[in-house]
């Protein structure tokens, strides 16, 4: 009887592991089945000796697009132009070896309502010659969604290095530099994300975040290096900036590095919702970070300046410019003359705002003219400078006399090696003595309270 029993046992056991063998077999069989194919690399080899190979390399990239296989090109120089990107297109390089030259004809290439295009590890390069009047860039893409843009080098445009007209997507880890004009203008955005990017060495600005009529775009330009920044095109800083955002409400600018600018660091014009974040600006000849122009609602915040003309602006209230925070800011060397040759405004200003703002735990060491300057002639409403700590001007913290019952809140300071500590002005002129030691003839709804000074 007992070994009957163990017969069945046995027999219980080989049957339990024929169904688990064959279960695991079936889900193995499952999962392959589930698993996502690898795509195909097709490859298209650098020509062996210099000739146009536009043609050729056109109906590759269809090809390609068609059957969703990656377009892989070999290490080299291609000579090519006016090409037209299929949507799909999934085009390789191979990284700092695969040579796109533009050989005279239109533009190197563009992209029209063609999405889910990725280029990757490729060198556009100019070189320098005359793009077509028609064209607005090297690169130019149009109503594309989901545009990768991933790795590549972009340099020597006779115009712009890309263009981008109501595009989604990314632009990340690039290279642009020595282009006439601007590295990358993006026009109309949905969310763009234009991060760790090397620009540097252009004509007229670096990062271009723009729309032909205010509204949201939502894009984020973060942790990119942006330096040597000219303004050959002249004017009073539409040229000339690191990052600039026009008419692009709900932008994000967070994390960059940005240095050697004719005018701004950092600008933001008629841009509402606009966040500056943790930047890091040397050597701007006009103001560092400026938010001007008709905007509601901005936050500067933990942005570190140093060598500027003027700091940090949050103005324009007479067009509107209004609703701010501006804090937690380090601000050294505001000793700047400007970028103009005559007809200069007043620079040597640490930090100045105009309308509702609140203005707290900056340090600003080292302002030619004014450490804080709050509201200018009769624009000035509702603000706060509260335990911000100023070293080395003439002026600690000037206050606008020239407003009609306006309130402003001026808190906890620390003012250290100032002449004048805190002063009402009207324009630019001194019109009262320091308030920081005597506000008995002040406006009920200006307070000066609890300030520290020392001599200067």
């Known amino acids: 009887m007992a070994e009957k029993q163990e017969k069945l046992s046995r027999r219980a056991l080989l049957g339990a592991g024929v169904v688990a063998g064959a279960g695991t077999l079936f889900a193995a069989q499952e999962a392959q089945a589930a698993a996502p194919l690898k795509p195909v690399i097709v490859e298209f080899p650098a020509p062996s000796f210099q000739h146009d190979v536009s043609k050729e390399l056109q109906a590759a990239m269809i090809d390609a697009a068609a059957q969703g296989h990656i377009l892989q090109l070999g290490a080299g120089v291609y000579r090519v132009s006016g090409l037209s990107l299929p949507g799909g297109l999934n085009l390789h390089g191979v990284s700092g070896h695969t040579r796109l030259v533009f050989s005279g004809r239109g533009l190197l290439l563009q992209g029209v309502q063609a999405d889910d295009v990725t280029l990757k590890d490729l060198i556009f390069d100019g070189g320098d010659q005359p793009l077509s009047d028609e064209v607005p860039a090297l690169l130019w893409f149009s109503q594309c969604s989901r545009l990768s843009l991933t790795s590549c080098e972009i340099t020597k445009s006779s115009k712009s290095g890309v263009v981008l007209e109501q595009c989604s997507g990314s632009i990340i880890g690039n290279h642009f530099h020595t282009h006439s004009d601007v590295a990358l203008l993006s026009y109309n955005a949905s969310a763009l994300r234009i991060e760790g990017n090397i620009v540097s060495d252009c004509g007229n600005g670096g990062i271009l975040v723009h729309r032909w009529s205010e509204g949201h775009d939502g894009s984020i330009i973060s942790d990119n290096q942006v ?17 600039n955002v026009f008419r692009a409400d709900n932008v994000t600018i967070s994390g960059n590095k940005v240095r050697d600018c004719k005018f701004s660091a950092i600008r933001a014009n008629a841009a509402s919702n606009v966040q500056i974040l943790g930047n890091t600006c040397h050597r701007s000849g006009e103001v560092a970070l400026f938010v001007e122009f008709g905007f509601q609602g901005a936050i500067v915040s933990n942005n570190l ?15 509107g410019g209004r609703l701010a925070v501006c804090s937690n800011n380090v601000l050294r060397d505001i000793t700047g003359a400007g970028p103009y040759e005559k007809g200069n405004p007043t620079f040597g200003v640490g930090i100045a705002v105009e309308a509702d703002t609140s203005v707290t735990s900056n340090v600003v060491e080292g302002a030619r003219i004014i450490g804080i300057n709050l509201g200018w002639g009769p624009y000035m409403r509702n603000l706060i400078a509260a335990q911000n700590t100023i070293r080395s001007a003439p002026v600690g ?5 020239a407003a009609d019952d306006q309130s402003a809140l001026i808190s906890q300071n620390i003012i250290a090696g100032c002449p004048v500590n805190i002063a009402g002005f009207k324009w630019d002129e001194q019109a009262s003595g320091d308030l920081a ?12 309270t609890d300030n520290l000074v020392s001599p200067a």
């Open 227 to 243: 330096s040597n920044i000219r303004a050959n095109g002249g004017g009073t800083g539409q040229n000339g900036n690191g990052i």
């Open 437 to 448: 030691l005597s506000a008995e003839d002040l406006p009920r709804s200006i307070r000066v």
């Open 305 to 319: 300046i140093e060598t500027a003309a003027n700091g940090i602006s949050i103005t324009n209230f007479r067009e």
């Open 397 to 401: 913290i000037a206050i606008s006399l």
